[in-house]
């Protein structure tokens, strides 16, 4: 019989982290550098998994989490419209004038109750926040005023209160997916569509655009959800080495994300396109009826927090 060597838990428990984006994805790197933090934290108690698209999308990936297929699942704007659609407003176009005012949705008594409706509606509970960069508006013209879009056919995501925001700006809103995007505003199918910078040059559209609009209009979050299962069932010292990984991986991809997003900028313009700085203040004030309507969907709490910062 050899011995066995004590550096190496004889029995390692996996933890599977589901990412719905592509293995060059900021985030995707963000999962690897947590998978790295978790296992050398706890001596190797923990092996841990990265799965891709190959078993899903976003949606597969929460539900998977929510029966611990998977421990920790990545998810963009659709956990919280999915599990805690009363509190979903940190997404909210021309609500917000950076990621500090839009995180405060998650923190204070706002957070404790996010959290609790993510534990009975889904059995995840929200681990941690990534930041994204915010998203502007891309077109073949300029655009400096509400007017500028008037009519104009605008690609936005399938998100209702974005259509009913973008309709009082005065834009045509057209939910298309994203795969399509670009031969739409190649055929004029639609004419201009809003993004983060990043997917913007990743996608190519400094093919088919001619402006990048400094809207920033929405700044918004990637959510990390862990089953509750299994975060009851870890030890404390184990939850903490884990909650401490996932904090130091975010802080490290946000500073990522952050520096993407200037280089993202400098790409789009050395490949032609021009960066417009708009007048915001004027979209967020066209904004605001829609905004109140949206509103008053949300708990009591969120209704007033969304109306204080745009009156």
Do not use: C
């Amino acid at each position: 019989m050899g011995s066995v060597s004590l550096a190496v838990p004889a029995f390692a428990e996996d933890i599977s982290i589901a990412l719905h984006v592509d293995p060059s994805h900021e985030m995707f790197q963000v999962g690897k550098r947590l998978k790295d933090a978790i296992e050398t934290s706890t001596d190797g108690r923990f092996t841990v998994t990265l799965l891709g698209t190959e078993v899903g999308g976003e949606r597969d990936h929460l539900e998977g989490a929510s029966i611990g297929e998977y421990q920790i699942a990545l998810g963009g704007s659709m956990p919280m419209s999915l599990y805690a659609p009363r509190y979903a407003a940190s997404d909210l176009p021309f609500v917000f004038n950076d990621s500090a005012s839009a995180r405060r949705i998650y923190e204070g008594e706002i957070g404790e109750a996010v959290q609790a409706e993510m534990v009975a509606n889904a059995n995840l509970r929200l681990v941690g926040l990534s930041v994204r960069n915010p998203r502007n508006l891309t077109s073949k013209k300029p655009v400096m005023q509400p007017a500028d879009v008037a009519g104009a056919r605008l690609r936005i995501p399938e998100i209702t209160p974005w259509v009913t925001i973008w309709q009082e700006v005065g834009a045509l809103p057209s939910p298309i997916a994203w795969p399509e995007v670009y031969t739409s505003l190649q055929t004029g199918v639609i004419e201009m569509q809003e993004n983060p910078v990043d997917l913007i040059y990743a996608g190519r559209l400094y093919e088919v655009q001619d402006y990048v609009n400094k809207t920033e209009h929405v700044y918004s979050f990637f959510h990390w959800l862990m089953n509750e299962d299994f975060y009851q069932g870890m030890s404390e010292e184990d939850r903490a080495l884990v909650q401490a990984a996932i904090d130091e991986s975010i802080v490290w991809g946000d500073d990522l994300a952050k520096s993407g997003e200037s280089l993202a900028y400098d790409k789009l313009v050395a490949e032609g396109m021009e960066v417009v700085e708009p007048d915001v203040a004027a979209f967020r004030e066209k904004a605001k009826p829609a905004i109140r309507k949206v509103a008053e969907g949300f708990a009591p709490e969120v209704r007033d927090y969304v109306l204080s910062q745009i009156d």
